[in-house]
């Protein structure tokens, strides 16, 4: 397997408002794709459209304000077998650090198309960090 794609950010906000970001239709909308349906409900899938394909990811572990896991369901090809972690745990100075790790890539996927999409997610957590810091909608697929 490949390695993880991995993003640590400092966020002056309080953990359960970047919980209920990362883990419900409307917070994701707010720093992600507007087309977000989510519920913080073990089981659940939550969808992300885009325009074209929709990426279906199952809420396999919750831990409120600490913890958003999700597998893939489908809808994007190469992401088969991936998880993605979202973990919010107290910041030295201050605020809370938000972990954010996806993992589980196959080998045979092009270093090229993993750059790419651990670019985006970078980009996506910087939006992250902004829409809980400031309460303004930031997405990043409008």
């Given at each position: 397997m490949a390695g993880p794609l991995m993003h640590t950010v400092t966020i002056d906000g309080d953990a359960n408002k970047i919980y209920e970001a990362i883990s419900t239709g409307q917070g994701l909308a707010s720093f992600w794709?507007?087309?977000?349906?989510?519920?913080?409900?073990?089981?659940?899938?939550?969808?992300?459209?885009?325009?074209?394909?929709?990426?279906?990811?199952?809420?396999?572990?919750?831990?409120?304000?600490?913890?958003?896991?999700?597998t893939d369901a489908g809808g994007f090809p190469g992401w088969e077998g991936t998880t993605?972690?979202?973990?919010?745990?107290?910041?030295?100075?201050?605020?809370?650090?938000?972990r954010f790790t996806h993992a589980g890539w196959p080998?045979?996927?092009?270093?090229?198309?993993?750059?790419?999409?651990?670019?985006?997610?970078?980009?996506?957590?910087?939006?992250?960090?902004?829409?809980?810091?400031?309460?303004?909608p930031v997405p990043f697929f409008p």
């Open positions: 794709t507007r087309d977000s349906k989510a519920e913080p409900k073990v089981g659940s899938t939550a969808t992300f459209g885009f325009g074209g394909p929709v990426l279906e990811l199952k809420v396999s572990e919750l831990k409120p304000g600490k913890l958003v896991r999700w993605i972690s979202w973990e919010i745990v107290p910041a030295r100075e201050g605020g809370q650090d938000l080998e045979s996927l092009a270093p090229s198309e993993l750059a790419s999409v651990n670019y985006t997610w970078g980009r996506i957590v910087g939006r992250l960090k902004k829409h809980v810091e400031t309460g303004e």
